[in-house]
């Protein structure tokens, strides 16, 4: 320790009256134990039994230490940090307590006593709890800028605003407080709301207003004993009303009998006419889809022509419009085409007809048109509706008009009145004749048969296809048929050449044997 330092303590502690602040203090006598690690700074001890003023002085890390009961009650750190009851503080003053009764604030009493105070107390888990004995803690202002704190975040609500939270019961409304909803979401006790924009999902009770203008979103809206809802201004309205079970949305300008406007539907916001989302009711009845202007009961618009779209689970059907006005028909189904695992084709238009009592004639079909006259039918018809027998007629115009020209009945028997093959030169390469002896014994071989067909039962006179086969593979057509992939058939134009050919031959024979 410094002798100065020392030699002052010493006077202190040894002199009866002593000077502060102008005054004279005088203290008792008391014994006086000093003792020295030495001028060359190991610390100094002033003590009284079990009280003690330490000072270690060990160069640049000295401290300071207040012992009372032979515990250290005040420590001052070599980094100027104070710790009352503690050794080790870690901030510029460390209090602890056993018990966490920390610190208290005491406004102008004499000593030893505390009347108007407020303590910091500490918990076991580090929780500060503030005990004012006038029950208040005040935050001096709060200007918009300086006030309370939390976080990083200024408290800008006033007092007076805070104190709307503090209402009576969750989930009742109060005069002058903040709405809460109780457990059930519920707020009760609400004479009036007023508001630009009312959205919710359901509205029970009675409205009695005269003017709701501003109504723009409503989930369910239950009116007791109202004959209509108007919605609108002076110059447009709309009207829901009921009549004998009926509901009616009614769009009108004015009130007279008839009167109506158009009820249209489109962006938020945006003009007539501006709006790419279109949907509108004429007042003439037409509905519009993607236009303003419908011309017809019900005319749907789109840049791309794709405008229709049929859907049943996941199969739909597309009918889209071409440049040039023409339909397309577009399907999209399980199965499209016919396939050797399943009998099923998916047609891309089904035509039916409903009637009570089917008559012999009755059928669907379709008719062309060019410029609303009529060129050509195809008709799909009865023969005998006890059978349930088909017949497929194509009729044409001839000189304005239409007649039948080709049917295929329910046995595959086409009938025709006149039945031409294409044999233009033009079409045909590698050209040569043929030997007609082979012809003549080709047709020599071919057995004729009489059979029964097992669709009908009906008794026929012809060939055997496997047969042919062997004479005139030419003659012969192999393909897919009813569930048989090689099913066999006759192609009879190649017969009849033959036999024409055969003919032919038999014919020079008998000249040759004249001569």
Same mark, same amino acid.
């Given at each position: 320790?410094?002798?100065?330092?020392?030699?002052?303590?010493?006077?202190?502690?040894?002199?009866?009256?002593?000077?502060? %602040?102008?005054?004279?203090?005088?203290?008792?006598?008391?014994?006086?134990?000093?003792?020295?690690?030495?001028?060359?700074?190991?610390?100094?001890?002033?003590?009284?039994?079990?009280?003690?003023?330490?000072?270690?002085?060990?160069?640049?890390?000295?401290?300071?230490?207040?012992?009372?009961?032979?515990?250290?009650?005040?420590?001052?750190?070599?980094?100027?940090?104070?710790?009352?009851?503690?050794?080790?503080?870690?901030?510029?003053?460390?209090?602890?307590?056993?018990?966490?009764?920390?610190?208290?604030?005491?406004?102008?009493?004499?000593? !030893?006593?505390?009347?108007?105070?407020?303590?910091?107390?500490?918990?076991?888990? @580090?929780?500060?709890?503030?005990?004012?004995? @006038?029950?208040?803690?005040?935050?001096?202002?709060?200007?918009?800028?300086?006030?309370?704190?939390? @976080? %990083?975040?200024?408290?800008?609500?006033?007092?007076?605003?805070?104190?709307?939270?503090?209402?009576?019961?969750?989930?009742?409304?109060?005069?002058?407080?903040?709405?809460?909803?109780?457990?059930?979401?519920?707020?009760?006790?609400?004479?009036?709301?007023? &508001?630009?924009?009312?959205?919710?999902? %359901?509205?029970?009770?009675?409205?009695?207003?005269?003017?709701?203008?501003?109504?723009?979103?409503?989930?369910?809206?239950?009116?007791?004993?109202?004959?209509?809802?108007?919605?609108?201004?002076?110059?447009?309205?709309?009207?829901?009303?009921?009549? &004998?079970?009926?509901?009616?949305?009614?769009?009108?300008?004015?009130?007279?009998? !008839?009167?109506?406007?158009?009820?249209?539907?489109?962006?938020?916001?945006?003009?007539?006419?501006?709006?790419?989302?279109?949907?509108?009711?004429?007042?003439? !009845?037409?509905?519009?889809?993607?236009?303003?202007?419908?011309?017809?009961?019900?005319?749907?618009?789109?840049?791309?022509?794709?405008?229709?779209?049929?859907?049943?689970?996941?199969?739909?059907?597309?009918? #889209?419009?071409?440049?040039?006005?023409?339909?397309?028909?577009?399907?999209?189904?399980?199965?499209?085409?016919?396939?050797?695992?399943?009998?099923?084709?998916?047609?891309?238009?089904?035509?039916?007809?409903?009637?009570?009592?089917?008559?012999?004639?009755?059928?669907?079909?379709?008719?062309?048109?060019?410029?609303?006259?009529?060129?050509?039918?195809?008709?799909?018809?009865?023969?005998?509706?006890?059978?349930?027998?088909?017949?497929?007629?194509?009729?044409?115009?001839?000189?304005?008009?239409?007649?039948?020209?080709?049917?295929?009945?329910?046995?595959?028997?086409?009938?025709?009145?006149?039945?031409?093959?294409?044999?233009?030169?033009?079409?045909?390469?590698?050209?040569?004749?043929?030997?007609?002896?082979?012809?003549?014994?080709?047709?020599?071989?071919?057995?004729?048969?009489?059979?029964?067909?097992? #669709?009908? /039962?009906?008794?026929?006179? @012809?060939?055997?296809?496997?047969?042919?086969?062997?004479?005139?593979?030419?003659?012969?057509?192999?393909?897919?048929?009813?569930?048989?992939?090689?099913?066999?058939?006759?192609?009879? /134009?190649?017969?009849?050449?033959?036999?024409? !050919?055969?003919?032919?031959?038999?014919?020079?024979?008998?000249?040759? %044997?004249?001569?």
């Amino acid at each position: 320790m410094p002798l100065l330092l020392y030699s002052i303590i010493v006077d202190i502690l040894n002199i009866n009256k002593y000077i502060i %602040n102008n005054k004279m203090v005088v203290y008792q006598n008391l014994p006086v134990l000093i003792s020295s690690g030495g001028g060359g700074g190991g610390g100094s001890t002033v003590s009284n039994q079990d009280t003690a003023i330490s000072i270690n002085d060990t160069g640049s890390n000295g401290s300071i230490n207040i012992s009372t009961n032979n515990v250290i009650a005040m420590a001052v750190a070599s980094n100027q940090l104070i710790g009352v009851n503690s050794t080790v503080p870690v901030r510029r003053l460390d209090i602890n307590d056993i018990n966490g009764n920390c610190l208290r604030l005491i406004y102008n009493e004499a000593l !030893g006593r505390s009347i108007r105070y407020t303590d910091f107390l500490i918990d076991s888990i @580090g929780n500060l709890q503030i005990s004012p004995i @006038g029950g208040n803690i005040k935050i001096p202002s709060n200007t918009g800028s300086t006030g309370l704190y939390i @976080g %990083n975040t200024l408290i800008t609500s006033t007092a007076d605003q805070i104190n709307t939270l503090s209402i009576g019961s969750y989930g009742v409304a109060e005069f002058n407080k903040a709405l809460i909803l109780n457990n059930n979401g519920n707020i009760q006790g609400i004479n009036t709301i007023s &508001s630009n924009n009312i959205n919710c999902n %359901n509205i029970t009770g009675t409205i009695t207003t005269s003017n709701q203008p501003n109504i723009t979103s409503i989930g369910n809206l239950s009116v007791v004993n109202a004959e209509s809802v108007l919605i609108g201004r002076s110059d447009t309205k709309i009207k829901i009303y009921s009549n &004998s079970g009926i509901l009616y949305l009614q769009p009108y300008i004015t009130e007279s009998t !008839g009167s109506a406007s158009d009820l249209f539907i489109g962006n938020y916001n945006q003009t007539y006419n501006d709006s790419n989302r279109k949907f509108i009711i004429k007042s003439n !009845g037409l509905v519009g889809i993607g236009t303003t202007s419908p011309n017809k009961s019900l005319e749907i618009f789109t840049s791309s022509g794709d405008c229709l779209r049929l859907t049943n689970n996941n199969n739909y059907t597309d009918l #889209n419009i071409l440049s040039d006005g023409s339909l397309n028909i577009l399907n999209h189904c399980t199965y499209l085409n016919y396939t050797s695992n399943s009998s099923s084709v998916g047609y891309p238009l089904v035509l039916k007809r409903n009637i009570n009592t089917p008559s012999i004639g009755v059928g669907t079909g379709l008719q062309f048109n060019i410029n609303e006259v009529l060129y050509g039918q195809l008709t799909v018809t009865t023969e005998s509706t006890i059978d349930q027998d088909g017949l497929l007629q194509f009729s044409l115009a001839n000189n304005g008009t239409v007649t039948n020209v080709m049917q295929l009945n329910s046995f595959g028997t086409l009938r025709v009145q006149n039945l031409t093959e294409l044999s233009d030169e033009r079409s045909k390469e590698n050209i040569f004749n043929m030997d007609t002896e082979i012809l003549f014994n080709n047709i020599m071989c071919i057995s004729i048969k009489k059979f029964n067909m097992k #669709n009908d /039962k009906s008794l026929c006179t @012809g060939v055997i296809a496997q047969e042919i086969k062997k004479i005139m593979p030419d003659a012969v057509d192999i393909f897919e048929y009813n569930n048989i992939k090689d099913f066999h058939s006759i192609k009879t /134009k190649e017969i009849l050449y033959t036999l024409i !050919g055969a003919f032919q031959h038999l014919v020079n024979e008998l000249k040759l %044997n004249n001569n």
